[in-house]
């Protein structure tokens, strides 16, 4: 093994453990494979920028464009709506219909974009003939990875198997070379799934459990039905003139305001500077329990003389000021996210930033370099700020100092907790009183002992004195909701979702959706889309509580709520894709002559051998944009970008794996391991580590990844590598085992309330038919040739 060899096998078993533990996005991790392979000099520079311009890549990208042309102008929409109309209402029929359809469609359209598309329609026969969607997504997601492998347009490995039997000298695959061997497949796994392969699916009871997404079943199967009342402001509410915002009602329990009613008047989802008035009913979602356990914070009694507690605390504390390093890797965190008190044993106090302090609503206040904080904490907390690589300088300060400069006082209250108060026996965490009122217990005092810093599973006892770092002023916002009254009967005009002011839509991430792995807090769907999200639907189990800290992935189902015009806008949306009828957007079906005609023109430019793939998929796409088809703007929007940097980051290591010889090594190792076997069984060892490899790998970059073990395993038992390119090919793009081998996987899974066990309860299957169809059509369609 040279240096070389050993420099490529570590590049590539580092790019593996990325891809593995996904620490690091994908496409990212090909970006650094790149960039190794130029630093090492393993590369040179022409070859580390190769994959961008290599024809695989171009033909990727351009043939996304022409997807999203065929499904602008209706073609896929109305072949698909089509023929389901034929499919009847038996779950084996619909599954048959199903997936030649997807699979049909997969023949000139990217798969990804054929699962986005067939989705709502397969929702939409859900809901008609009462077939729970946990039955029919997955076969929906296979059919269209089935009929990917079929034609060289179907999915990318193909394209890069054929560009990298190009870059080695033999003639590439044709369009239809994938046909014979695909078709077989298709037809088998059709018949598997739809016999006896249906049996591995979830079974679901069909009165409550199928997605009839009607309003009603809808909210009912997410649990929002019973999360919804009514409060009142009463006419001498003290609430009166404060803003929904200013209420904290959104604030306390992770409520919503969802409708408010005033002199007969209805506003749905009213904005949160609306202003309070006596008389006001408010329809709200949340949890009715959790808010009357905030109410009774209203308890706490304001003691402002409690010169003991203060001397007290500045006996047992220390008072720092820091200065946060500009490299400190807490920059851009907030205070809550960093947490102090667990960290370092002190509490902020205030915050100052280019000459302007903050000291109200500290949580959610970021960090700066060269910020200054005003800390209280004991005297570990010192060592330990002192000893940390987070701040350039740790100062103690006088108490002198901090009434003059800082007004504690101001910003402190000491409330003392009455004896029978309901308060009495409860945590500081069951409180929410942080997360509403920005409120922080800095010690308890109880029968003459002084508890510093308490942690938020302490209990709290009646008589308690409570130092609170907070505005005292606060505590009238809390007395205000104690006012408040819960109306057990909802009236009329609050009915909004019954007469459709609200609607409730469930919704899932598009597969190049920018918001997956963002929390909801960030999106902000009020500000964002005027919307509310209600619920999330995740691996089988809705989750309702603390949505905000919730970040959305790839295969959550998720309900927003809003008026239908808001969730309308939403057919347009690159990042959302809507499971729930709304009012959908037209189709251009003007056009869809002239998507067909330019499709046509691809294909048979390329089967006549005017031109290359590359550039007649380009030329397509270039017309369809030109032709009114779709703009740029959706033909930007219509590439997966990530999966262009993938392709072409992770090319050049396989020109390096060839190039430095390390293909050859590996070959060696491995015809060191199956001996004397014949080239069949050799072929079907490829094809078994390849499938296994699409469990946990992106299946474009394992295709990079095996190509060149492949060609130069061929070489050495001295036939040519066609055969075993194509089987490589199809256990590449018969990606069913994981929801993580392929996006079409991951869009159905919370739709479906697919857990990862039932992809491999039926994926494993289906992947061992597949392979045996593959294994005796080869050497029919794809007999060994010597070299």
Sequence with gaps: MTFDIALILLILAAALVLFVTEVIRMDLVALLVLAALALTGLSSPTQVLSGFSNPAVITVWA????????????????????????????EASLIIVIMLVCGGLSFFMNNIGVAALMLPVVIDICRRTGVSPSRLLMPMAFGTLLGGLTTLFGTPPNL????????????????????????????????FIALLGRNFLPQANRTTETLQHSQRNLRTRYGLQERSFSL?????????????????????AGMVVMALERNGQVDTLPPRTSILKGGDELLVYGRRDRFDDMRSWSDLIVERGAPKLHELIAQRTRLIEVIIADSASLTMSTVGDVGFRRHFGADVLTITHNKTMRRDN????????????????????????????????????????????????????????????DLGGKSLADSRLAEAFDFHVMAIFRDGHLQLMPELDDIIHGGDQLLIQGRPEDLDVLRGLQELETDTVTSPNLNVFEDDRLVAVESILTPRSVLAGVLVNDIDFRKKYGLELGAIRRAGKVILENLEQQKLQPGDAFVLIGPRQRLAMLNDDANLLLLTPVVF??????????????????????????????????????????????????????????????????????IAMQDSGTAEYLTGMAMRTVGSSSPWVVIAGLYAVT???????????????????????SLEMGFAPHTAMMAVAMAASASFTSPISHPANILIMGPGGYRFSDYIKLGGPLTLIVFVVVMILLPVFWPLQPV
């Excluded at 065929?70 to 034929?86: E, K, P, S, Y």
């Design 362 to 421: 500290l949580s959610r206040a970021p960090l700066r370099g060269n910020d200054r904080l005003l800390l209280r904490g004991s005297e570990e907390s010192v060592t330990k700020l002192e000893s940390s690589p987070e701040f350039s300088r740790v100062l103690a300060i006088s108490e002198e100092d901090l009434d003059g400069d800082y007004r504690w006082q101001d910003y402190t209250f000491v409330a003392r907790v009455p004896r029978e108060s």
């Design 691 to 713: 499938a296994l490899g699409t469990m946990i790998i992106p299946t474009a970059a394992l295709v990079v990844l095996m190509s060149p073990v492949v060609m130069s395993v």
């Design 232 to 252: 009142r402001v009463p006419n001498d509410s003290i609430l009166i003139g404060n803003s929904i915002a200013d209420s904290r009602i959104s604030s306390v």
């Design 585 to 654: 957007t037209a189709i251009n079906t003007r056009r869809a002559p002239v998507a067909v005609a330019i499709l046509v023109g691809v294909v048979v430019s390329v089967l006549a051998g005017w031109m290359p793939i590359s550039i007649a998929a380009v030329a397509g796409a270039s017309m369809m944009v030109l032709s009114g088809c779709l703009n740029m703007d959706q033909a930007y929007q219509a590439i997966d970008w990530r999966a262009v940097f993938l392709i072409a980051g992770m090319l050049p290591l396989g």
């Design 63 to 90: 043939m996304f464009i022409l997807s999203e042309g065929l499904t602008r102008t209706g073609i896929a929409n109305l072949l698909g709506r089509q023929v389901m109309n034929i499919a009847g209402h038996k």
């Design 160 to 191: 890069l198997i054929s560009a990298a039997l190009a870059d080695h000298g033999y003639t590439p695959f044709g369009l239809f070379d994938y046909t014979p061997v695909g078709i077989g497949a298709l037809a088998a796994g059709t018949l």
